[in-house]
């Protein structure tokens, strides 16, 4: 069967990613609620949920070889791992090298073509068997750095982690001997193993860099900022709403869309909705103001909202109200990573007018 090649979004994210990953480096994806991050993952890894849901088959390492050459994108695994799978009782340490393991066990059955991939697929299999079965936490770490080893040294493979969800993980649950025995893994296969966080709030917000020093320094300054979608992409979402629904937009609608979404997909969809519905009432209004009033977009900036911090909402809240927010340079820093606020002249705006109409009801 021939193969379908998905539509390729997030292009400004995709050379940083896979630029640091060619140099062997460390980094994280900070972006804020309902910004992609997930979506990004599932981008690079090959597994589109549209593409999956509507049983396309398509070739799902194009993405990595479209920005790797042959041989360095033949000899990468990229491992997602899912951290809401840690149950965060009892054995901490266990469950997360167990994880980890498990996950590189699971990615073998997405690199089928590799030469020896049923041997190393054994190999792995028996290790996560026995880990399992001791329910021990330094068994798993000593097993789970025999099986990086091999796929490293002995079998030439580039390991990269993506670890999806982290922000509780880094913040509250890690014990600061995982984070040194994660580093210790990496020097010992460097270059060869990778860690990528998917995060909501940088690394020093989340924890003090003094409690993770060895996993903080290998990411520290190497941050990818997610912000939302471009207009590029905003638009390509757009045709597959009009598609989909078989309503087509005039030109300066999905202009309009674009402007007054911010790239933000959750509330582009509500605005696409309001537009394309004649009941709404859309049609005779082009206003930020009336549109922050609809309850689609107000319960997109509330999902966006409960998934900020207090000393974010306090900082846009200030903003909103025209007062100078008090903030340091590490949280406007991550304010302008997520894409919530964009420098303009000598102050700030939000990444949509609406944002700031919405923020206003709130104070009142």
Known sequence: MDTVTPFIYREELLKPFFDYIKSGESFYLIGAPSSGKTRFLDLVTGTDPDSLRLGIEYDRDWVKNKYLDK???????????DMNRISHEGNWGFQFYELLLHSVLLTCNKNRQMENIDEITNELAD????????????????????????LCQVHN???????DEFDDTYREHMPVGVFAQLRAVRDAN????????????LPEKLRTPDQNEGLFELISDRMIPMGFYSKRDTFAIIDKW???????????QREWIWEYSG??????????????????GAQNNIGAEWFAKQENVREEFRKLWLG???????????????????????LRKQLLAKGLIKPLSDHDVFFTPMFGHWLKTLSA
């Open 71 to 81: 041989d360095n994108a033949s000899k990468l695994w990229l491992v997602r791992v």
């Open 127 to 150: 290790l996560d068997a026995k880990v399992i079965t001791s329910k021990d936490e330094l068994m798993a770490h000593r097993f789970l750095e025999m099986a990086i080893h091999r």
């Open 157 to 163: 493979i580039k390991v990269c982690f993506l670890f």
């Open 190 to 201: 460097k270059y060869q193993v990778i860690y990528v966080l998917s995060l909501r709030n």
């Open 242 to 252: 009009e598609k989909r629904l078989e309503n087509k937009l005039f030109p300066e």
């Open 263 to 280: 790239g933000h997909p959750g509330i582009a969809r509500a605005l696409f909705n309001l537009l394309t519905d004649p009941k709404s």
């Open 308 to 330: 900020l911090a207090e000393d974010e909402q306090a900082a846009l809240k200030h903003i909103a109200l025209g007062e100078k927010p008090l903030m340091n340079s590490i």
